[in-house]
């Protein structure tokens, strides 16, 4: 069975047939289901959200009076959609990119991964990078009791990531979504009620 076949599974196709550009889109919409951690009306951040399956997904959450600013190194094609602010740019520059604000997100989210480059170790690191940098802007721009998404893998530093995010929030959660690859040793990290 060829890597391209497994790529293409039954959510590849079903986000092709619902308009969602990423089978991505079913792993926010699980978590949504589960801990209902984006509410209506919020203003969110979505951090590393090409090609714009979260985007898709949070705009639906969050109702007419919320909004949706994602930001990606690689432009997103517009939404076509006054609620979404799409910026290319990289994360570790938000805030100058924004001016400041300060905290001005309900829910910050993060679906961010570095590009692998097949070291282990390398890529470990580069993914517990990718959490923190989700976890520096949530800290800078996250409102208090906000909520807060971050992907993450098993190995390497993420136990001591997971550490240093819990006193953070009033409530951390582990959670492998039924919507990840088997192949993947993904795991969601959702924090509710920011302590700022
Ligand atoms: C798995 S994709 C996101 C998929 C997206 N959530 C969706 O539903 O379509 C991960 C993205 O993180 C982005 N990324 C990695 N490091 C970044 C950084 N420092 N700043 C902004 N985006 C970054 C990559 O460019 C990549 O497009």
Redesign the pocket.
């Known amino acids: 069975m060829s890597s391209e076949y497994n790529r293409k599974d039954h959510l590849y196709h079903k986000a092709k047939d619902e308009g969602y550009?990423?089978r991505?889109?079913y792993k926010?919409l699980e978590i949504q289901q589960s801990y209902k951690a984006i509410p209506q009306g919020a203003h969110v951040l979505?951090?590393?959200?090409?090609?714009?399956?979260?985007?898709q997904v949070a705009l639906e959450l969050v109702g007419p009076k919320g909004s949706v600013t994602g930001?990606?190194?690689?432009a997103l094609d517009p939404l076509d959609d006054p609620r979404c602010k799409l910026i290319a740019?990289?994360?570790?520059d938000l805030e100058e990119i924004l001016g400041y604000p300060g905290p001005c997100f309900d829910s910050v989210i993060s679906?961010?991964?570095?590009k692998l480059t097949g070291i282990k170790e390398a890529d470990q690191a580069g993914t517990v990078g990718?959490a923190e940098?989700a976890l520096y802007v949530a800290q800078q721009l996250l409102k208090k009791d906000g909520s807060f998404i971050v992907k993450v893998f098993k190995g390497g530093e993420v136990e001591g990531f997971v550490k240093s995010a819990r006193p953070m929030f009033n409530k951390l959660i582990r959670s492998e979504l039924k919507s990840t690859r088997a192949t993947s040793n993904e795991f969601y990290v959702i924090g509710l009620g920011f302590k700022r």
């Open positions: 550009r990423s991505a889109a926010l979505d951090v590393g959200a090409w090609p714009g399956g979260w985007t930001i990606d190194l690689q740019g990289d994360a570790r679906d961010m991964s570095p990718c940098l």
